[in-house]
């Protein structure tokens, strides 16, 4: 506001109690800039420090269902922001001012994807984020990297993954199709999703799924059907179920190829 006011001769024109006003205000906003691009620019590091470590464990916390979603969608919108003409509305006349450091992010979130590349939780939760995902992304982003002359083995790296998430695209859509026909016991009654680890809440005697009663307890400790106490300790794996929607699952994958294939 203040950048803008004085560009355009308005800053003359202002008393000595308004250019003081604002000029509190863009001391305000730079503060509180300043803050979130250096919390940005840590949290980065470390996702992409602990994604670089590999091994069960730390892979798992990454791709868990009640994760994976959050940091994929986290990671698409921010590689979007950094590459796309979005980012024009971010120039500012000294970067250094704010500690927004646009290249490093841009490096470290596509080393994060380059590190879990090979998880295909990860893989195929990136196209189901229909805010930011779109065909375009990683191109965007391979191109800005190549100017700023980023490895070319990480690059083809970068590019497997944009390959993979295309390739997911119609995983998702054949999953669409398998919701569409599969019986209602078969879906979760709180996402409407076709369940492939279904649980029973023992005091409402529902059945769903585990990664989405795992995600409304985080926020609110109750049985979302009849408000009871509940925590994740309680729900009771339907072996049953689980194994009847697999075959099910399994012979409608069959009749979905066959039918492509003529």
Request: one cysteine or more; proline letters at 5%.
């Amino acid at each position: 506001a203040v950048v803008s006011t004085q560009s355009t001769g308005e800053w003359g024109l202002l008393d000595d109690v308004a250019r003081e006003a604002k000029l509190r205000s863009l001391a305000q906003m730079k503060r509180a800039c300043t803050y979130y691009n250096m919390m940005s620019s840590e949290t980065v590091k470390c996702l992409q420090y602990m994604s670089a470590l590999g091994g069960e464990p730390v892979t798992y916390a990454f791709v868990t269902p009640l994760l994976v979603d959050t940091l994929t969608t986290m990671l698409n919108y921010y590689l979007k922001e950094l590459v796309s003409d979005t980012q024009i509305k971010y120039k500012i006349k000294n970067l250094q001012d704010v500690k927004f450091h646009p290249d490093k992010l841009l490096i470290g979130i596509s080393e994060i994807y380059i590190n879990l590349r090979e998880q295909p939780a990860f893989i195929s939760a990136i196209p189901r984020d229909g805010r930011s995902y779109h065909s375009a992304l990683f191109t965007n982003a391979i191109a800005k990297l190549r100017k700023l002359q980023y490895s070319e083995e990480k690059i083809e790296m970068l590019l497997e993954v944009s390959v993979l998430a295309a390739e997911a695209v119609t995983s998702e859509e054949v999953e669409g199709i398998l919701t569409e026909r599969a019986p209602e016991h078969f879906l979760d009654p709180i996402l409407g999703t076709l369940m492939t680890e279904p649980v029973l809440l023992p005091s409402s005697r529902v059945i769903v799924e585990r990664s989405v009663i795992a995600k409304h307890l985080l926020s609110d400790p109750i049985d979302p059907f009849n408000r009871q106490p509940l925590s994740m300790k309680d729900v009771q794996p339907d072996t049953r179920l689980r194994d009847e929607i697999a075959a099910w699952k399994r012979t409608e994958l069959a009749k979905i190829q066959e039918t492509n294939e003529n």
